[in-house]
């Protein structure tokens, strides 16, 4: 059973989400915040699987929240799925900083929501599609996730590593991934557990964003 916190300040959507994530039968929301305080309180109490936290919330903002739950200095870790109305802005940028694992409107489909909160709590990432390639430009020219601790940022990869980091970054899921390089999934996953750490990053949406970064893929036009 995936345990979910769902943190916003408008009552309408945490109501609204709850009951979508409550009606499948591999979630349930162990708690509700209407604030960014309540929401680390309850996160401490109730340690979710997934959080999914608004941006924009009284006492502490969203992003405040995911660096303290998913920041290089959380242990444990929780994964945060962000789920915002606003489309790009700093907002965006900090909450990716921050550590969180996926991005998503709130106006997206719900079996998109649904299964973003899946994939966040298998140790997965997602960005709503609408806005990955605008995300990514803007990381690209103006900010630095992680600082490229070589020259060529690629040489901290294998050859295959750098396979998966490619597939990865065109959204490819570890089935989809293994598919392609015609390998076992659990191969897939192993080459992962051992890039992130390579690349100073928790998550395989920071991988991306390092990946176009560092020029290992290129945003597409």
């Not at 300040?9 to 708690?31: C, F, H, K, M, Y």
Request: with cysteine.
């Amino acid at each position: 059973m995936i345990r979910v916190l769902v943190a916003d300040d408008q009552p309408l959507v945490r109501a609204g989400i709850s009951a979508l994530l409550e009606a499948e039968p591999d979630i349930t929301v162990v708690g509700v915040a209407v604030d960014g305080g309540q929401a680390l309180d309850l996160a401490r109490q109730t340690a979710p699987d997934v959080a999914c936290l608004d941006i924009r919330m009284p006492v502490r903002d969203g992003i405040d929240v995911a660096r303290q739950l998913c920041g290089p200095d959380a242990d444990p870790a929780v994964p945060v799925l962000v789920l915002t109305t606003f489309d790009l802005d700093d907002y965006v940028f900090g909450a990716l900083e921050a550590g969180a694992s996926g991005f998503l409107l709130k106006d997206a489909d719900p079996d998109t929501i649904v299964e973003a909160v899946r994939q966040v709590a298998a140790g997965g990432g997602t960005i709503d599609q609408a806005l990955t390639r605008r995300v990514l430009r803007e990381f690209v020219s103006r900010r630095r996730l992680q600082p490229v601790r070589v020259t060529d940022g690629g040489d901290l990869l294998t050859a295959r590593e750098r396979d998966v980091l490619a597939l990865l970054a065109q959204g490819m899921s570890n089935e989809e991934i293994a598919a392609e390089l015609v390998v076992e999934v659990s191969t897939v996953k192993s080459h992962l557990a051992r890039m992130l750490p390579k690349l100073g990053v928790r998550s395989r949406l920071q991988a991306v964003v390092w990946a176009y970064q560092n020029r290992i893929v290129t945003v597409p036009e």
